[in-house]
DNA sequence: CGGTATCCACTTAGATACTG
DNA sequence: CAGTATCTAAGTGGATACCG
């Protein structure tokens, strides 16, 4: 994670990479630091938390069975499994209510709430690309 | 993707999440597009794939060997498989130059960078609060 | 050097059944 | 409803050996 890097880009595709950056980085970080924070990314990154972290950051807050039905796909383990983490990690906040069939009501914490933003650039990345990356894919498999 | 969400949040926390945007959601996405984008998302929501786009953001142009230097902890095996995905996905380009013993050099595409660069929030955000995530760590361990 | 091929241990995730 | 428990199939990843 250093401040810049090398620069045998276009002006152009420079520019536009710009535009999905909000800040520039504080300064180079530190090495250690760096080992810690590309362990705990690799955590974050796996397939179900990012979708559910977008699903809570749209929704506001859901229970259980209302998540498993906006993140298609996912099994009720998985869901319990990626949930249950997050919990740990602070990003996601479980309120229970006692009472009879059980309720249970999921939201983001202050803390998820920002690594949501965080993941904004991304998400618009997706969108604004998925055509690209398909056509890469295509010409690819063509090639091969 | 909604462009705003549930707002049961306290100003200081809305303000502080807005510091890691870049930009607003153009606007409500399609959701035929919210499906692709999400498989797309996942497909590049793993372990290794982050690290290695973060290593070629920061060292611009590298070797094999030496992405797997940077990139502590993965096999020949997964780097070669990651490798071989980004660059099908038109994340990554690989040169090869014909000569013994083989060259080859890997480096970001110009969709690789705006990738990369739509990251960089996540990183800053993992960077400033890692020590948040820790602590709600232990501290959901020691109350379980 | 930069791979590919094969084998194998381990992990993961889905399906199913059951519970407070 | 919101889980837990168990079993099993499939996938992942490491080690090793070999190749252009």
Not at 44 to 57: G, Q, S
Not at 83 to 103: F, I, S
């Amino acid at each position: 994670m250093k401040k810049s890097h090398a620069s045998s880009y276009s002006a152009d595709d420079l520019r536009r990479a710009q535009t999905y950056k909000a800040r520039d980085y504080p300064q180079d970080v530190d090495p250690n630091i760096e080992g810690l924070v590309r362990e705990m990314i690799s955590s974050f990154a796996d397939k179900w938390t990012v979708v559910i972290l977008d699903t809570l950051w749209d929704e506001g807050t859901l229970r259980f069975s209302e998540i498993a039905r906006h993140v298609s796909g996912i099994s009720q383990k998985m869901l319990t499994q990626t949930l249950r983490r997050m919990e740990r990690d602070g990003l996601v906040v479980r309120k229970l209510y006692a009472c009879v069939p059980p309720k249970v009501e999921y939201s983001l914490s202050p803390l998820g709430l920002t690594l949501s933003a965080a993941f904004c650039n991304v998400w618009i990345w997706a969108v604004e690309n998925h055509k690209a990356v398909d056509a890469a894919r295509a010409t690819f498999d063509r090639e091969a």
